[in-house]
């Protein structure tokens, strides 16, 4: 008995020391947005769920399968492509030809290019079909206190567009926010606005690597981000433009970026949010 009752002393203290009760931190949710060069990979973890949204380049999806498993991943209860786009789908073929996944989410657009050809012979290859992210679409989750809803795309566009078409993914925690945009512009950002679908946000994955031509005014004054973090890696179009740092410093937004930091992960107890990065 006296064994029990420091056991729990012990594990009483540890948790005052670190602020998390053992009860937050079973129910805690991690958003790592992984290190792809110039890409978007990002994994959600839920205390029931793993989700990938994108997998970075062709050549890349090894390196993502690699993390997955140092995370001791072995299922992928959702995978999204955002959009055709090679830096977002070229390595999700090697992810799910490598991975136990259950359900895959993208948007009703094509591409010619060979990486989504790649990306559609994979799904097909396990016997998996697409289901269509849209506006209103929720992915499950039994995580108490949580739910992942797709708040675009709001329409169709034009097929020359692809960025417009990104799927773009809110994720609630209790109390706690996080948006995920793909490469949406300007256009989808307007159209999300128009039908009110943004709320203030505690963590904004920035759109299309910090490109000029997304997070607008508007929809950076709307989303009013704490975090904004920058999937970017070396490139030859100035990403992330001086543009767009600039608005998101008017909001005060901490800005972190996978090329400076590396790996960022933050973890949310639905009430506090804490991040780190490992390079």
């Known amino acids: 008995m006296k064994k029990l009752n420091i056991v729990l002393v012990v594990v009483l203290f540890l948790s005052l020391l670190t602020g998390v009760t053992t009860t937050e931190a079973s129910s805690s949710v991690k958003v790592h947005y992984i290190n792809v060069g110039q890409g978007d990979a990002i994994l959600i973890q839920t205390p029931n769920e793993n989700i990938l949204i994108d997998a970075g380049g062709k050549g890349k999806g090894d390196e993502v399968v690699a993390y997955l498993k140092k995370q001791k991943v072995k299922t992928l209860n959702a995978v999204v492509s955002t959009h055709p786009d090679a830096d977002h789908v070229g390595g999700l073929a ?48 039994k995580a108490k206190n949580t739910s992942l809803k ?116 933050f973890t949310s107890t639905g009430t506090k949010l804490t991040v780190k990065t490992v390079k």
């Open 94 to 141: 090697y992810v799910i030809n490598t991975m136990k996944v259950k359900s895959v989410y993208a948007p009703k657009v094509s591409h010619t290019t060979q990486a989504y050809k790649d990306f559609l012979t994979a799904v097909k290859k396990k016997k998996l079909t697409i289901k269509k992210a849209k506006t209103g679409v929720e992915i499950t989750t």
């Open 150 to 265: 797709f708040i675009a795309p709001v329409k169709d566009y034009a097929k020359s567009d692809l960025n417009n078409w990104s799927a773009v993914l809110l994720l609630k925690h209790n109390k706690k926010t996080f948006l995920f945009t793909g490469d949406a512009e300007e256009k989808s950002e307007k159209d999300m606005l128009a039908k009110k679908l943004i709320p203030s946000v505690d963590v904004l994955k920035v759109g299309h690597h910090g490109a000029k031509t997304s997070t607008s005014s508007p929809f950076i004054k709307k989303a009013k981000p704490k975090y904004a973090v920058i999937s970017v890696g070396k490139n030859g179009y100035g990403h992330p433009t001086s543009t767009v740092v600039k608005r998101l410093n008017s909001v005060k937004a901490k800005i972190y970026r996978t090329d400076k930091s590396g790996n960022i992960i």
